[in-house]
């Protein structure tokens, strides 16, 4: 059943695969056939699924860290986040130093 949600995304993670690998040579001003992971590593480029994986982290993390109140949380289900640990900035978290 894995393979089955990671199919609809093969197309679209070769593509920007592509792309990247195109805008690397056109960084370095490379030829078209050196490898590909060698001309990331020297442009300083991560790999697109490694990037990918990261912003859905950081999301699943700035979702969390977002007030009882806020709009997107009526969206969320209650159970999505419950194994992440609330970020210690998090609203719930800072008190108020300001009130009288």
Same mark, same amino acid.
Request: aromatic share 8%; charged share 15%.
């Given at each position: 059943?894995?393979?089955?949600?990671?199919?609809?995304? /093969?197309?679209?993670?070769?593509?920007?695969?592509?792309?990247?690998?195109?805008?690397?040579?056109?960084?370095?001003?490379?030829?078209?056939?050196? /490898? /590909?992971?060698?001309?990331?590593?020297?442009?300083?480029?991560?790999?697109?699924?490694?990037?990918?994986?990261?912003?859905?982290?950081?999301?699943?993390?700035?979702?969390?860290?977002?007030?009882? !109140?806020?709009?997107?949380?009526?969206?969320?289900?209650?159970?999505?986040?419950?194994?992440?640990?609330?970020?210690?900035?998090?609203?719930?978290?800072?008190?108020?130093? !300001?009130?009288?």
């Amino acid at each position: 059943m894995v393979a089955t949600t990671k199919a609809p995304l /093969l197309y679209p993670l070769k593509m920007l695969g592509k792309m990247q690998r195109r805008a690397a040579i056109w960084i370095l001003e490379a030829f078209k056939t050196f /490898l /590909l992971y060698g001309i990331e590593a020297i442009a300083g480029i991560i790999p697109i699924n490694l990037h990918l994986q990261k912003l859905s982290e950081r999301l699943q993390f700035r979702a969390h860290s977002l007030s009882s !109140n806020h709009i997107l949380q009526s969206l969320m289900e209650p159970k999505t986040y419950a194994s992440v640990k609330p970020h210690p900035l998090s609203l719930g978290f800072l008190s108020n130093t !300001n009130a009288n």
